[in-house]
């Protein structure tokens, strides 16, 4: 089948690229003429594990390719994805002028029945104003549909090639055949592709990662509450995790959750419940508790130490999680912020996230090249992303780095046993301080 992309971001490139490997020859189509040029060139300009191996070899084979001209990329298309950026309006909803303004210019140019799918997180009635962009000036029969994607970033090629379930939203049943042929290659071991009317596909990506982010925040409350009366959150995590209701997942409490997803869909679907006057209170508590939590090491820091001015941090992990070089929403930005306004000097290491880092930052942390370099001199060690380079690093030569053997760990990378046997103090989250 012939497709189209519209928009190469992360979601875009990804979508693009694992259809092509499953046989179907794939126009990307992207404004921004520089990077059209740089993939062009088969260079990919997002880390995602897995990506290069599929990006060159759909390449090599004819079935990938990259266009600026949104005509010519459409050309023979079945489908058309907008891939497009949905960022939060200063009033938190979902900015839809990029989805709409492709919209506008498709309808003219449409030269048969064309299927096109919203791909981005967007809140409930878009497939409705998207029909109306296109239909207001289109010579030919079309379908929108919602194809929500649950993609985690870092397992992204996995997760698109074999999904949990596929959402397809459409009233359409020429659409549905269409898009369930497309899908039949990733769900042969019998995921379900569920069908549904496009507003119920809408909001059930936002229930999806509202749900996830609540049960992140759940936890993160019971750490919290873990600390007051002497419990283990780890041991709490085991103990209701165990229960097939609960399940195991996502239930790591930590400094709070980030990325391009959770923030910006929590916060989208309480202003679009308020749209609807409806008080979606739940959410307005993740959101201000999410926030709070993120900072919670630095209480933890200013009680251990008082005055931090002067004094060097080394911080393990800038990414909001690892396996990416998303510095989006990240906690660790949040953390180094409040480090450098009480005067405190910031050392770090990130194994993909650091020229992001410095992009933003620029000179005002020092950027080393491993996480030992980064403690070297430091006054402490915060640990902000769970790269599993840090999960067994050697205790004994981080001792000699350290000025004072003292760890903030925003991850509970470290058993507290093995700490106060190693002699360090150590602070996790939901588990009792190790004082040494
Ligand atoms: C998420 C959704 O999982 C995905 O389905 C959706 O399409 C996009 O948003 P992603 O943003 O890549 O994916 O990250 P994810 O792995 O879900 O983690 C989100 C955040 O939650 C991270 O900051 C992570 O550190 C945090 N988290 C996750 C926790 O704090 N505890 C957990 O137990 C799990």
Redesign the pocket.
């Known amino acids: 089948m012939k497709i189209a992309v519209v928009g190469t971001g992360y979601v875009g490139l990804v979508t693009g690229t694992c259809f092509a490997e499953t046989g179907n020859h794939v126009t990307c189509i992207d404004i921004d003429e520089k990077k059209v040029e740089k993939l062009k060139n088969k260079v990919i300009p997002i880390y995602e594990p897995g990506l290069d191996v599929l990006f060159d070899r759909n390449i090599k084979q004819g079935r990938l390719d990259f266009t600026t001209n949104l005509k010519e990329g459409i050309k023979g298309a079945k489908i058309i994805f907008l891939a497009l950026p949905t960022p939060p309006g200063e009033d938190g909803s979902a900015d839809l002028s990029y989805i709409l303004k492709v919209a506008d210019d498709l309808g003219p140019i449409l030269e048969d029945y064309t299927v096109i799918v919203d791909k981005s997180?967007v809140p409930v009635g878009t497939a409705d104003k998207v029909t109306a962009a296109i239909a207001a000036n289109a010579k030919v029969e079309f379908s929108v549909v919602s194809n929500?994607?649950?993609?985690?970033?870092?397992v992204?090629v996995e997760?698109f090639m074999k999904p949990d379930r596929v959402v397809i939203g459409t009233s359409s049943k020429k659409a549905q055949k269409i898009m369930e042929e497309l899908y039949a290659p990733l769900v042969r071991q019998g995921n379900p592709v569920i069908t549904m009317d496009e507003k119920s596909a809408e909001l059930t990506?936002y229930a999806?990662?509202s749900f996830?982010?609540t049960?992140?925040t759940f936890?993160?409350e019971i750490a919290n509450m873990c600390e007051l009366v002497g419990a283990d959150v780890d041991m709490v995590r085991k103990g209701v995790g165990t229960d097939s209701r609960i399940g195991k997942?996502?239930?790591?409490?930590?400094i709070?959750?980030?990325?391009?997803?959770?923030p910006k869909?929590v916060q989208a679907l309480a202003k679009s419940a308020k749209e609807v006057n409806y008080d979606f209170e739940i959410l307005n508590a993740v959101m201000s508790k999410n926030e709070t939590q993120k900072t919670k090491l630095i209480d933890r820091i200013k009680d251990h130490f008082g005055d931090i001015k002067g004094k060097t941090f080394s911080v393990w992990g800038l990414a909001?999680?690892p396996y990416?070089d998303d510095i989006r929403e990240a906690?660790a930005l949040v953390n180094i912020k409040a480090l450098l306004d009480a005067g405190a000097k910031v050392k770090t290491y990130d194994p993909e996230a650091m020229e992001n880092v410095k992009g933003q930052l620029g000179d005002s942390i020092e950027f080393c090249e491993d996480e030992y370099a980064a403690a070297e001199g430091a006054d402490a060690l915060l640990i902000m992303t769970?790269w599993p380079v840090f999960r067994t690093p050697e205790f004994d030569k981080i001792k000699t780095l350290l000025k004072e053997n003292v760890i903030f760990d925003g991850r509970n990378l470290y058993n507290t046993e093995t700490m106060a046997e190693l002699g360090f103090t150590y602070y996790s989250i939901g588990r009792a301080a190790v004082k040494n």
């Open positions: 997180t929500p994607e649950f993609l985690r970033e870092g992204a997760d990506k999806a990662n996830l982010a049960k992140i936890m993160n997942r996502f239930l790591f409490a930590g709070g959750y980030g990325g391009s997803c959770f869909d909001f999680k990416t906690p769970e």
